[in-house]
């Protein structure tokens, strides 16, 4: 940050209370333009869903846009075009965290499982994160996501191999936890109806959860955010400024503690609002034209 944004700051207090909205903007692009740890990314663009055919030219494009900001980049699946994700983020000297997106239907699975392997194999992955809230959304039995995680460590010895739920999940799935190199969690206050202004302190309680059932395994925060707009979640709302705040002390605490972090999302995706109601399309740091927040 400049001098005159740590000022700023430092005559707020890190809960940034009381200061204007001008005040607010100046630090946050300061934040953007000082980089992160991670992004999760958000290839989508406005009229597709996952199903669709993503393109190299849009995957160039999208990652061309974060390039300056991040180290590293998470993807979610490795077909319909997604697989070109690591590849191109590779190229622009990002690491990745590649994840095979698991479900319901066995070919599909089969398929991100071997693509991912593939990529490893290639030397596109950094860490691979074998399926995405399997558990939480109840698709696969746990028995069947251990056979998933075991196939993908067995052939590709020399990379991380991890599972991405939510932090609770691994104190509730010892087996799961036993499995992972690292323990890949996703932490999200505003979900749980947290009010913003306590989020900071929601947040650190989920990764020490995550960090004492992992027992002494690295813990990377794989998702968190705020949204934008939309509808209130008991105490947690949607807004600018809360989303700005949330980002701004998210990032601070990612720098001061050494806490690696994927930040949800790069980019607003429009169709999200069908399975997370109207808050889901407002998660990115850009937005649906790819253009930076305020």
Same mark, same amino acid.
């Given at each position: 940050?400049?001098?005159?944004?740590?000022?700023?700051?430092?005559?707020?207090?890190?809960?940034?209370?009381?200061?204007?909205?001008?005040?607010?903007?100046?630090?946050?692009?300061?934040?953007?333009?000082?980089?992160?740890?991670?992004?999760?990314?958000?290839?989508?663009?406005?009229?597709?869903?996952?199903?669709?055919?993503?393109?190299?030219?849009?995957?160039?494009?999208?990652?061309?846009?974060?390039?300056?900001?991040?180290?590293?980049?998470?993807?979610?699946?490795?077909?319909?075009?997604?697989?070109?994700?690591?590849?191109?983020?590779?190229?622009?000297?990002?690491?990745?965290?590649?994840?095979?997106?698991?479900?319901?239907?066995? *070919?599909?699975?089969? =398929?991100?499982?071997? /693509?991912?392997?593939?990529?490893? !194999? +290639?030397?596109?992955? $950094? @860490?691979?994160?074998?399926?995405?809230?399997?558990?939480?959304?109840?698709?696969?039995?746990?028995?069947?996501?251990?056979?998933?995680?075991?196939?993908?460590?067995?052939?590709?010895?020399?990379?991380?191999?991890?599972?991405?739920?939510?932090?609770?999940?691994?104190?509730?799935?010892?087996?799961?936890?036993?499995?992972?190199?690292?323990?890949?969690?996703?932490?999200?206050?505003?979900?749980?109806?947290?009010?913003?202004?306590?989020?900071?302190?929601?947040?650190?309680?989920?990764?020490?959860?995550?960090?004492?059932?992992?027992?002494?395994?690295?813990?990377?925060?794989?998702?968190?955010?705020?949204?934008?707009?939309?509808?209130?979640?008991?105490?947690?709302?949607?807004?600018? *400024?809360?989303?700005? =705040?949330?980002?701004? /002390?998210?990032?601070?605490?990612? !720098? +001061?503690?050494?806490? $690696? @972090?994927?930040?949800?999302?790069?980019?607003?995706e429009s169709w999200k609002v069908g399975t997370e109601g109207d808050?889901?399309?407002?998660?990115?740091?850009?937005?649906?034209?790819?253009?930076?927040?305020?």
């Amino acid at each position: 940050m400049s001098f005159k944004a740590e000022k700023i700051m430092a005559l707020a207090g890190k809960n940034l209370q009381g200061l204007s909205s001008n005040e607010l903007i100046e630090i946050y692009r300061e934040m953007i333009q000082a980089g992160m740890h991670g992004l999760c990314f958000s290839p989508y663009v406005e009229g597709q869903q996952p199903g669709d055919q993503l393109t190299e030219a849009q995957v160039r494009s999208r990652l061309e846009v974060i390039r300056p900001y991040t180290k590293w980049v998470r993807s979610f699946s490795c077909t319909e075009g997604n697989e070109l994700i690591p590849k191109i983020a590779k190229e622009f000297g990002i690491k990745t965290l590649v994840g095979a997106w698991l479900g319901k239907n066995e *070919e599909i699975n089969r =398929k991100e499982v071997e /693509n991912l392997i593939k990529l490893a !194999k +290639e030397g596109y992955v $950094d @860490i691979a994160a074998v399926g995405n809230e399997v558990m939480y959304r109840k698709d696969l039995t746990e028995d069947q996501l251990l056979e998933f995680i075991l196939k993908v460590k067995n052939a590709i010895p020399g990379v991380p191999v991890g599972y991405v739920d939510a932090y609770y999940e691994f104190e509730h799935r010892p087996g799961i936890t036993e499995a992972c190199d690292v323990i890949l969690a996703n932490c999200y206050p505003f979900w749980e109806g947290c009010a913003l202004e306590y989020s900071l302190l929601y947040i650190k309680d989920m990764y020490q959860r995550a960090l004492r059932a992992g027992n002494g395994k690295k813990v990377i925060i794989t998702e968190t955010g705020w949204p934008s707009q939309g509808t209130n979640l008991y105490g947690a709302v949607p807004s600018d *400024e809360n989303f700005m =705040k949330y980002f701004i /002390n998210i990032q601070n605490w990612s !720098k +001061e503690e050494s806490i $690696d @972090i994927h930040y949800f999302s790069s980019f607003d995706e429009s169709w999200k609002v069908g399975t997370e109601g109207d808050v889901g399309a407002y998660w990115g740091l850009w937005d649906k034209d790819e253009k930076l927040k305020y």
